[in-house]
């Protein structure tokens, strides 16, 4: 069965701090993977995908994702975080052909001024 | 862009009412799921439908059924509604596709069970 982890629940960091955040997932074939975002009070947003070709993905707001085969590692890197990125982020997989997403349980980003 | 729309932001209901949570999608999208969101446990998938009257089962189905008669209308129904069942609500639809399956959600529905 698939499944997604997440290894940090919660994070607090300063502004212009580096951020990643750690996803692992289990799932024996070919992979979609993404990573979504809820900000406070707002739907929830899809903040960058892979799919396939370059493993380094590029999203919206500076955010950036490296996909690691060998690892099932999909962590999610952004070098100077801002006040605005205060949120709580999901890392999903989504096996090839499958309709179904598996969400990780979040990682809940604070990020003090 | 891809609208899904809830029909309620807000929702508080007795223990034993029977409640309906409504989702509208308007891209055209045959997938469409229902999922439920509590702090520390991420979103949990309730049921899905790939087209109309179809409908699987999630991870978590108890208590819970749906129902789809148009593709764009996606409806979960409590039928004995309980104070466990008093959580986040998000709907969310995706093309049927091969290739990846981006799922675009609503803003939720925050259900109360008194």
């Known amino acids: 069965a698939q499944s997604v982890s997440q290894h940090n629940h919660h994070v607090i960091l300063s502004e212009a701090a580096s951020l990643e955040l750690g996803c692992n997932y289990s799932?024996?074939?070919?992979?979609?993977l993404f990573w979504y975002v809820q900000y406070p009070g707002q739907h929830l947003q899809l903040l960058l995908k892979?799919?396939?070709?370059?493993?380094l993905v590029k999203g919206i707001k500076g955010f950036e994702a490296e996909f690691i085969k060998s690892k099932f590692s999909f962590n999610l890197r952004k070098p100077s975080v801002q006040w605005s990125d205060t949120a709580e982020y999901f890392c999903?997989?989504?096996?090839?052909?499958?309709?179904?997403?598996?969400f990780g349980k979040g990682t809940r980003l604070h990020i003090l001024p | 862009d891809v609208k899904v729309t809830q029909s309620s932001r807000y929702l508080v209901k007795r223990t034993g009412e029977k409640v309906f949570l409504e989702c509208v999608q308007d891209?055209?999208?045959?997938?469409m799921f229902w999922y439920r969101q509590d702090p520390g446990l991420g979103l949990r998938l309730i049921y899905f439908?790939?087209?109309?009257?179809?409908?699987e089962k999630g991870d978590i189905p108890e208590g819970y059924s749906v129902s789809r008669e148009k593709k764009e209308r996606f409806s979960l129904i409590l039928e004995s509604a309980s104070t466990n069942q008093t959580s986040m609500y998000l709907c969310?639809?995706?093309?049927?596709?091969?290739?990846?399956?981006?799922?675009?959600f609503g803003p939720g529905t925050r259900l109360t069970v008194l």
């Open positions: 892979y799919f396939s070709g370059d493993p």
């Open positions: 999903a997989v989504n096996g090839r052909g499958g309709d179904k997403i598996i």
């Open positions: 891209m055209d999208h045959e997938n």
């Open positions: 969310a639809s995706s093309l049927m596709a091969e290739s990846y399956n981006e799922q675009f």
């Open positions: 439908s790939y087209d109309v009257k179809m409908k």
């Open positions: 799932y024996g074939g070919t992979v979609n």
